[in-house]
C-alpha cells in the first residue's frame, strides 16, 4: 500500500480541501466502525456515485465499478508495489517495516520475471488431483469440529462458530497438508492475526510494532519448522518442496531456505483469515433467513451457488493495490505511471451494472465477483477454499437443521484491507 498514517487522524493537505476529499475521509472512518464493517454496502454505494476511478486523499485513487477493477487485476499493465517500486518512494519509513519487508517477498507482491520464475515451479498446489486426495481428509476434519460444535451447544446452549469451527477449520487444513504439530496451532492463529495490520492502507505507529513483534515470531517458528522437517522428513507438501529447492539450489542452502520459508509462510497465513471470514459468513448470511438454509438443505446441489454468492456479497478482502506500469487511462481517468490504485473488491461486486439487485443475497443470482483476484495474482488457495467451504455447508447443514444466530458477527475494526469475523454467536 501507498499510504502512511492513520485513518482516524488524516489531516487536510493546506490548498487541496475539496468536498470529495472530505467525503471520502468519512466514509473510510465508517468503514473501520462496527456499523460499517457490519454493513459496508452503503459505503460502497457512496463511494461509486464519486465515480469509477476516486482519487484517494493521500494521492492514488480507489476503484469502485465492476469493469474497471476487473481491468486492473487481470490487466499486464498493472504491477504489484514490489521492492523496486519500494525503492523509487519518498518516504522510506513505511516501507522499511519488517512486516512489509517480510510480505513483498512473497508470491502476491512479486512481479515478472520472479513472480513467473516461482510460481512456475511452485505450480498449482491445488489443483484438480490435489483437492481430490484432500476431499476425504476435510470431511474428517469438518465432521470432527462439528462433533466438538455439537458438544459446546449442548452443554452451553450456545457456541461461537467463529472461533470454534470457521478459525479452526483452514488452520487444521493447511495443518495437516503441511505436517504442522497440532499444538502449534493457536500459535500460528495468533502471529497471523497480528501481523497482518503492516498489511493495512493506513496502519499506525503502534499497529506497525505489533506486526514486527509477530513478524519476529513467525520467522523464528517457519525457520525452526523447515530446519527441523529437513533433518525429518515426511509425506507432506513441506517436505516435498524442500527437495525440490534444495535440488534447484545444491550449492545454495541459503537461496533454498529462503524461498522455502516464504512459501511456507504465506501459504500458511494466507489460508487462514480469508477462509475462516468465507466459512463465517456463508454461515450468518444463510442462516439469518431461516427459510434460505432450509431451501439450500433442500436443493444441495446449489451450495457451490451459496458459496459464490457469499463471496459477493461480503469479501474476505476488502482493498487490493495495484500500480500503474507505464501512463494510462482508467475508466476515463488519467493515471501516471507508478501511481497507486486501490480495488474495492465489495463496491465491484456490488457494482449494479454487473450485478442487479446488489444488496440482495441470493443464492440462486450466478452473478460475478473479484474476491480471488484475476490474471496472474490469480489467488493460488481458491480450490481449497471452495472446497472447506463446500464440506463444511453441506455437513452443517444435514446435521443442524435449526442452527440460528443468537446474535450479529463481531468484527475487527481496526482493519479495512483484511476483515476478520472475531465472533458469530449461534443456537441450534
Given at each position: ?130 483437492l481430490e486426495e484432500l476431499r476425504p481428509v476435510i470431511a474428517t ?59 493495512e492502507l493506513l496502519p499506525t505507529k503502534s499497529e506497525l510494532a ?67 471470514v468465507l466459512m463465517t459468513n456463508a454461515v450468518w448470511l444463510l ?142
Amino acid at each position: 500500500m501507498t499510504a502512511v498514517g492513520d485513518i482516524g487522524g488524516i489531516s487536510t493537505v493546506p490548498g487541496t480541501t475539496s468536498t470529495d476529499r472530505r467525503a471520502v475521509i468519512s466514509l473510510l472512518r465508517r468503514l473501520r466502525s462496527e456499523e460499517g464493517q457490519a454493513d459496508p454496502l452503503p459505503i460502497w454505494e457512496e463511494m461509486r456515485s464519486m465515480g469509477d476511478v476516486v482519487r484517494a486523499p493521500w494521492g492514488g485513487y480507489f476503484v469502485t465499478g465492476f469493469e474497471a477493477c476487473s481491468q486492473v487485476l487481470r490487466g499486464r499493465n498493472w504491477l504489484v508495489p514490489d521492492f523496486a517500486w519500494q525503492e523509487r518512494q519518498p518516504d522510506q519509513r513505511r516501507w522499511e517495516a519488517p512486516a512489509t519487508r517480510e510480505m513483498t517477498r512473497t508470491l502476491p507482491r512479486l512481479n515478472a520475471p520472479a513472480h513467473t520464475c516461482q510460481r512456475r515451479a511452485l505450480g498449482n498446489p491445488f489443483d484438480r488431483s490435489a483437492l481430490e486426495e484432500l476431499r476425504p481428509v476435510i470431511a474428517t476434519l469438518v465432521a470432527d469440529l462439528l462433533d466438538e460444535f455439537a458438544d459446546r451447544l449442548a452443554a452451553d446452549g450456545e457456541a461461537d462458530f467463529g472461533t470454534l469451527v470457521g478459525e479452526q477449520l483452514p488452520i487444521r487444513t493447511v495443518g495437516r497438508w503441511l505436517g504442522l504439530d497440532p499444538e502449534d496451532h493457536a500459535r500460528i492463529l495468533s502471529f497471523t492475526h497480528r501481523q497482518v495490520y503492516a498489511q493495512e492502507l493506513l496502519p499506525t505507529k503502534s499497529e506497525l510494532a505489533i506486526s514486527a513483534q509477530a513478524t519476529l515470531e513467525m520467522r523464528a517458528y517457519f525457520t525452526e519448522l523447515i530446519r527441523h522437517r529437513r533433518a525429518h522428513p515426511g509425506r507432506d507438501a513441506l517436505t516435498g518442496w524442500i527437495h525440490h529447492w534444495d535440488a534447484r539450489y545444491p550449492d545454495d542452502r541459503a537461496a533454498a531456505d529462503r524461498i522455502i520459508y516464504d512459501l511456507t509462510m504465506f501459504i500458511t497465513i494466507a489460508s487462514l483469515e480469508t477462509s475462516a471470514v468465507l466459512m463465517t459468513n456463508a454461515v450468518w448470511l444463510l442462516t439469518r433467513d431461516p427459510s434460505c438454509a432450509a431451501w439450500l438443505r433442500r436443493h444441495p446441489e446449489h451450495i457451490d451457488d451459496a458459496i459464490e454468492e457469499t463471496l459477493r456479497y461480503d469479501p474476505p478482502v476488502f482493498v487490493n493495490s495495484r500500480i500503474a506500469a507505464d501512463d494510462t487511462v482508467l475508466a476515463g481517468v488519467p493515471v501516471a505511471k507508478d501511481t497507486t490504485v486501490h480495488v474495492l473488491y465489495g463496491s465491484a461486486a456490488h457494482d449494479p451494472r454487473r450485478n442487479p439487485d446488489p444488496g440482495v443475497f441470493d443464492v440462486r443470482r450466478d452473478g460475478g465477483h473479484l474476491t480471488f483476484g484475476g490474471g496472474a495474482h490469480y489467488c493460488l488457495g481458491a480450490g481449497l477454499a471452495r472446497l472447506e467451504a463446500r464440506e463444511l455447508l453441506t455437513q452443517l447443514l444435514e446435521r443442524f437443521p435449526t442452527l440460528r444466530p443468537s446474535a450479529p458477527p463481531s468484527y475487527d475494526t481496526s482493519r479495512v484491507v483484511f476483515r476478520r469475523i472475531t465472533s458469530l454467536k449461534v443456537t441450534a
